[in-house]
């Protein structure tokens, strides 16, 4: 990852909830120093980040969020998750109804190509299955994105690929 890609998930993770600047260096692989330097660049161009005792935030951030039905194959998880976050969003979580169990709902946090396959590396190794095999691929995603317009075009390109449910689908 470079400097560059490196500062603009940085500037993506800030919020109004601190981020401390060494939880910060820990996912990225980087000593703290560097994100220092990062914030540095990033308030250089622009950016109105604050240091608290806890951590940096970016206050006003506005997040948007909205819940997707889909269905894809299990050979189309990467690309449902990787054209969500190339699209500037994060898949919060992952969530079923079961006519059993009820809604079962697992965190993801997925806002990049590394996590989504981190994600699918994971499944790989056996760790778990797809939570979506237990209801015939059909699954919800809470996404979250910095403006309803980052969210309404992450909805046009799950629709154009046919992972979209429409909202009048629904089971």
């Known amino acids: 990852m470079t400097g560059e890609e490196r500062r603009k998930e940085i500037s993506r993770l800030l919020g109004e909830k601190p981020l401390a600047a060494a939880k910060i260096a820990q996912m990225f692989g980087v000593s703290r120093q560097v994100v220092v330097q990062d914030v540095a660049l990033l308030r250089a161009e622009g950016k109105d980040i604050l240091s608290t005792n806890r951590g940096y935030v970016l206050p006003g951030k506005k997040v948007c969020s909205r819940t997707f039905k889909v269905r894809h194959s299990d050979g189309e998880t990467r690309e449902e998750?990787?054209?969500i976050a190339d699209r500037g969003g994060c898949v919060e979580n992952v969530f079923v109804?079961?006519?059993v169990y009820g809604t079962i709902t697992a965190p993801?946090?997925?806002d990049s190509r590394s996590k989504a396959d981190?994600?699918?590396a994971d499944i790989a190794r056996g760790k778990s299955d797809f939570l979506k095999n237990i209801t015939s691929d059909y699954h919800y995603h809470t996404v979250?994105?910095?403006s309803e317009e980052v969210l309404d075009?992450?909805?046009a390109e799950?629709?154009?690929r046919g992972f979209l449910i429409?909202?009048?689908?629904?089971?």
């Not at 429409?166 to 089971?171: I, L, S, T």
């Open 81 to 83: 998750l990787c054209l």
């Open 97 to 99: 109804h079961h006519k």
């Open 108 to 110: 993801m946090g997925i």
């Open 118 to 120: 981190a994600f699918m």
């Open 144 to 146: 979250t994105a910095e």
């Open 153 to 155: 075009g992450i909805e």
């Open 158 to 160: 799950l629709a154009r």
């Open 166 to 171: 429409p909202r009048n689908g629904d089971n």
